[in-house]
C-alpha cells in the first residue's frame, strides 16, 4: 500500500531553537498534505492543510508564524516549529492525499521534545 | 460543521469473540465518506475500513465489518474473532465527499484492549 515517511522519528530540542519536520509522500503523488497535533490518550488534531504550490491553510486557533508550512512539491511537505517551546512537546503526524485513489494515508509521527 | 462522535472511551474484548465500537455523525451532507482508523501503541494509523455514503451495502475488510445506517447517522465497527494485534485506539472519521482540500473529522477515539 501507500507510504508516507516523516523524518525523524524523535527530536529534542533546546527552548528557542526551530525544528524541521519532514513529510514525503513515497509511491505516489500528494497535491494536499495535512499536518495534525496528538497529546496522548486523544484524538488527532488538525493543524493546517497544505497544497503544493501555495500557502498552507490554518485551523482556527494556530498560530502560522510559529509553525510554518511549506509544500514545495507533490511528494514533500515540511513543517517548521519556530522558537519551540516547552508547550509544543508534542506527537505530531502528517498525513497524505492520493487524489486518485481518494485515500489519506498517515506518516508514522514524530515526537518533539522541548526542554 | 460535521461532527463524529464516539461516546465510549473504552472497551475491552476477549480473544476470539465479537466486539462493535460504535459511532454517530451529525452532518447535512448527503454525500460523505466514513472511516475507521486504528492507531495501535506505534502510533502509525492504519485505515481498517471504509465506506462512501451512497453505497447501502456495508463495507467488509477480512474480521472488520460495518453497519452503516444512514438515516440515524451511525457507523458502527464490528471486530470479529478478536486477535491480541487487535488492541489499539480506534477513531471514526468523517470526510465529505466534495473538494480536494476536504478534512477528516475525527472522533474522540475508543481504546480496545484484548485479554488472552
Known amino acids: 500500500g501507500a507510504v508516507v515517511s516523516q523524518h525523524p522519528s524523535r527530536v529534542i530540542c533546546k527552548s528557542g531553537t526551530s525544528v524541521k519536520i519532514e513529510c514525503r509522500s513515497l509511491?505516489?503523488?500528494?497535491?494536499?498534505m495535512f499536518w495534525y497535533r496528538q497529546f496522548p490518550k486523544q484524538s488527532l488534531m488538525l493543524m493546517a492543510t497544505?497544497?503544493?504550490?501555495?500557502?498552507?491553510?490554518?485551523e482556527q486557533g494556530v498560530e502560522k508564524d510559529k509553525f510554518l508550512i511549506n509544500h514545495a512539491s507533490l511528494t514533500l511537505s515540511t513543517l517548521t516549529v519556530t522558537s519551540a517551546h516547552p508547550e509544543d512537546s508534542s506527537f505530531y503526524i502528517c498525513?497524505?492525499?492520493?487524489?486518485?485513489?481518494?485515500?489519506?494515508?498517515f506518516g508514522p509521527g514524530t515526537r518533539l521534545t522541548v526542554l | 460543521a460535521q461532527t463524529v462522535t464516539q461516546s465510549q472511551p473504552e472497551m475491552s474484548v476477549q480473544e476470539a469473540e465479537t466486539v462493535t465500537l460504535s459511532c454517530t455523525y451529525d452532518?447535512?451532507?448527503?454525500?460523505?465518506?466514513l472511516f475507521w482508523y486504528k492507531q495501535p501503541p506505534s502510533r502509525q494509523m492504519i485505515l481498517v475500513i471504509r465506506?462512501?455514503?451512497?453505497?447501502?451495502q456495508n463495507a467488509t475488510e477480512n474480521r472488520f465489518s460495518v453497519n452503516f445506517q444512514k438515516a440515524a447517522k451511525s457507523f458502527s465497527l464490528k471486530i470479529s474473532d478478536s486477535q491480541l494485534g487487535d488492541a489499539a485506539m480506534y477513531f471514526c472519521a468523517y470526510r465529505s465527499y466534495t473538494g480536494a482540500n476536504s478534512k477528516l473529522t475525527f472522533g474522540k477515539g475508543i481504546t480496545l484492549s484484548v485479554r488472552p
Open positions: 497544505s497544497n503544493e504550490g501555495s500557502k498552507a491553510t490554518y
Open positions: 498525513s497524505a492525499r492520493d487524489q486518485k485513489r481518494y485515500t489519506q494515508y
Open positions: 465506506q462512501e455514503a451512497y453505497k447501502q
Open positions: 452532518t447535512s451532507e448527503s454525500d460523505y465518506y
Open positions: 509511491d505516489f503523488q500528494a497535491t494536499t
